[in-house]
């Protein structure tokens, strides 16, 4: 497990404050500036909301493919394989608290704009596709429960109330999260409350969480399995992309990330437990619904179409978590000159920026057009082992770069450990995958070589250098560490 540990600097401390009126806003392009809106709390929903996503309503079926009963056992496997990650997320964004995450980390460590663009490139894509597919996942089988609509015209008008939403406002956008994510996760615990019931009254049966399909290496099974519940822990890494939006991060950041990762770890463990006591091993793996299934096999009588409609928030929380992160990316990725600064301006009053919202979301809606919800998602997380395999490696470059204010710091073994973690998961990948991912990074290496032709042709030169694009020790106020975290 991570620690934390602080760098401290007198000067920076008698300054530091938690007044919100000492920090509101951060320069942007253009004069534009991103509200601080989001605290502590707000910002541990904001990540739990998006780990908690529509992937665990079938996520448990699959595993049980793998494992058997024992669906709990690749869980843990997978939180701390997450909570590698996670720290090195933890380190750098307390120490570079900058919109853009992943794209800042790398041009800061590897000082190649061709490879921060890459970076930031593969997170902005997998944004934007993982929210085509979610719409489409909205508009599709969840939503034909209520209303018949073609998906592709429910998908559309459905990112279109997702960017509205998003360009209101960022704490307007949260605290629809926050009601997202109570009620997705009341469905998670509905399932967990209705096993009980059917064990309590001599139903169910206890021994299937601790027996593994026949015929398989547990050992093995275990950590394939891993490899799928990974997955749904994925979503973590778009805390990064709102740092410019929270009230001091230093502080509070790595207690939301750990907390929420943890909290969506034991909501799993729980879940993949009940589902294995309330049905057999290959029913689960069978059924396009498990946790449906294990609620109507416990007989409280919950309504079939009360998890229709829990699903469907599931997936429109995930969809404005999605492109939440996406503007944000691509308005920190126009600071560092890395895309058009006019993806750099924000609405006069709202501070909330606007160019980047239509964009990302004019791209998904395109990319609805393209493929079918599998299609789009296959890719998503290649691209994000990408990022993740960056910032970890980057972490430990940057130990030489020592800033004024206090952050967050992991022991040195745990960014090693992630970014081996990483290349394991990659070696997992199908060719198939490799093949999209590659495809997606020639098209951002082809958009890079534009970009930079376009800004050489206009004398601008190109990505801003790392030491202007973000200054050690620029904290505006908020640098103060989190010792207890």
């Known amino acids: 497990m991570p620690r934390a540990v602080t760098a401290r600097s007198p000067t920076l401390s008698r300054v530091s404050t938690t007044d919100d ?21 707000l910002l541990f929903l904001f990540i739990l909301g998006d780990v908690l996503g529509a992937g665990v309503y079938a996520l448990v079926g699959t595993i049980a493919a793998e494992v058997g009963g024992v669906t709990w056992a690749p869980m843990i496997v997978a939180l701390l394989l997450s909570l590698l990650t996670a720290a090195s997320y933890a380190e750098l964004v307390t120490k570079y608290p900058k919109a853009g995450g992943s794209a800042v980390f790398a041009q800061r460590a590897f000082r190649s704009s061709f490879v921060s663009f890459l970076v930031g490139f593969s997170m902005l894509a997998a944004g934007i596709v993982s929210a085509a597919g979610l719409s489409l996942a909205f508009s599709g089988d969840y939503l034909g429960t209520f209303i018949d609509v073609p998906p592709v015209l429910g998908a559309v008008v459905f990112l279109v109330a997702v ?45 299937r969480a601790v027996t593994f399909a026949e015929g398989v290496d547990p050992v093995f099974a275990v950590f394939g399995a891993a490899i799928l519940a990974y997955y749904s822990f994925v979503g973590f890494e778009t805390s990064a992309n709102v740092i410019e939006e929270v009230r001091d991060p230093s502080r509070v950041y790595p207690r939301a990330l750990f907390g929420a990762l943890i909290v969506a770890g034991v909501m799993y463990v729980l879940v993949g437990t009940a589902a294995s ?58 600071q560092q000159r890395l895309l058009p600064s006019v993806l750099g ?9 606007w160019v980047a919202i239509v964009v990302t979301t004019a791209a998904a809606m395109a990319l609805a057009f393209t493929g079918d919800v599998a299609t789009l998602a296959e890719t998503v997380v290649l691209l994000l082992l990408f990022v993740f395999l960056s910032t970890n490696v980057a972490t430990l470059v940057l130990r030489r770069e020592k800033v004024e204010h206090e952050h967050y710091r992991a022991w040195t073994v745990i960014p090693v450990l992630g ?28 958009l890079f070589a534009i970009t930079a032709l376009a800004r050489r042709a206009s004398g601008r030169g190109g990505a801003r250098p790392t030491s202007e694009a973000a200054p050690a020790g620029a904290t505006h106020g908020d640098g103060k560490a989190d010792a207890d975290a």
Not at 21 to 41: F, M, N, Q, S, V
Not at 286 to 294: I, M, T
Not at 295 to 304: H, T, Y
Not at 345 to 353: A, F, G, Q, W
């Open 21 to 41: 009126t000492a920090d509101t806003h951060r320069a942007g392009p253009e004069g534009g500036a991103l509200k601080r809106d989001i605290t502590g709390k």
């Open 345 to 353: 301006r924000v609405l006069p009053k709202r501070r909330t920026p």
């Open 419 to 446: 970014a081996l973690s990483c290349v394991f998961l990659l070696t997992q990948q199908s060719g198939e995958v490799w093949l999209r991912g590659l495809l997606l990074l020639a098209i951002g290496a082809v």
């Open 163 to 207: 960017a509205l939403l998003n360009a209101r406002g960022i704490k307007e956008s949260m605290r629809t999260n926050l009601v997202m994510t109570l009620i997705e996760t009341s469905g998670l615990v509905l399932v967990v409350v209705t096993a009980a019931i059917l064990l309590g009254g001599g139903g169910g049966d206890l021994s």
């Open 277 to 334: 006591i309330a049905l057999p091993a290959d029913e689960l793996a069978d059924s396009s619904g498990p946790l449906l299934d294990v609620v109507a096999a416990s007989g409280v009588g919950v309504p079939a179409w009360l998890f229709s409609l829990i699903a469907l928030i599931a997936v429109a929380n995930g969809a404005l978590l999605t492109l939440i992160m996406s503007s944000r990316l691509a308005y920190g990725m126009a």
